[in-house]
């Protein structure tokens, strides 16, 4: 009798926490870039951040959402999917327009300090998606062609998934392919780090983020039974994030570069 009375409470609440779990899963992927957006719009400086981080995103959440059409999962997944896309075009469209401004702004100083009357202020050289030069691949000067890029991948991708949703090869190892490439999120800024030999201009906050996020993330896939492609995924995620991490601890204790060239105050500071 005890236990049925009970009752009326576990229920709601393993509601309530069924609903808290689902709204986690749908906004709680795009939380950590809110402190790096802050960031760069804050110093318009946008040179800690690798876009790719962006392409990768979009790759893995358009790849996500054709799955879904071969293989249902959870709504709240696939809801995720829709909220990342729209949150990394506007990561991307902050991304164009503080780099061109600076380049812009680079282009007048560097007339000015030539305190030359007859030279003009040239814009800096326009590079087109349409242009289809690779060494300029995700480094365009215009919002428009990220744009018109990812409607192109998507149309392409979801001709062939079209065609394909019948075999159940494709359909599995588009999810892979979705899952795999979202674990390969942290790589560029990785990469980027690596290269800079400095986290500066990185936010910290948005990496505790993502090994928090990717942590429950993981667990969650695990406790619903998603497809396997989600955990074994989830898992190699977390391991990039720990790395990212280390790198923070390795650069900040062992510096790599000359103090001088890590003291600009628009970079630097990692919210």
């Not at 280390?246 to 790599?256: A, G, I, K």
Request: glycine share 6%; charged share 15%; net charge neutral.
């Amino acid at each position: 009798m005890e236990a049925d009375g009970l009752e009326w409470l576990v229920v709601p609440v393993h509601q309530l926490v069924s609903w808290g779990a689902a709204g986690a899963m749908i906004f709680g992927g795009v939380v950590p870039y809110i402190p790096q957006y802050r960031d760069i719009k804050r110093t318009q400086n946008a040179e800690g951040f690798s876009t790719y981080v962006c392409l990768v995103l979009l790759v893995a959440n358009i790849l996500r959402i054709l799955f879904w059409f071969g293989r249902h999962f959870e709504s709240p997944l696939l809801w995720q999917s829709i909220i990342m896309i729209i949150t990394m075009l506007l990561m991307l469209k902050l991304c164009t327009e503080v780099r061109v401004s600076n380049e812009l702004n680079i282009k007048r100083r560097s007339f000015s300090a030539a305190d030359s009357k007859d030279e003009e202020i040239k814009a800096p050289p326009k590079r087109s998606y349409l242009d289809f030069d690779l060494n300029y691949f995700w480094h365009w000067s215009k919002f428009t062609d990220y744009v018109q890029c990812v409607l192109t991948f998507t149309g392409v991708t979801g001709y062939i998934t079209y065609l394909s949703l019948d075999s159940f090869l494709f359909v599995e190892t588009l999810g892979f392919l979705a899952v795999f490439t979202e674990a390969m999120l942290g790589v560029p800024q990785l990469y980027r780090n690596y290269q800079n030999r400095s986290t500066d201009g990185m936010s910290v906050k948005m990496v505790l983020m993502w090994t928090s996020g990717d942590t429950f993330k993981t667990v969650y896939f695990i406790l619903n039974q998603a497809p396997f492609q989600f955990s074994i995924c989830g898992l190699l995620q977390v391991f990039v994030d720990m790395a990212i991490l280390l790198q923070v601890y390795f650069y900040s204790y062992y510096p790599q570069k000359p103090a001088s060239h890590t003291a600009h105050p628009a970079s630097t500071k990692a919210l």
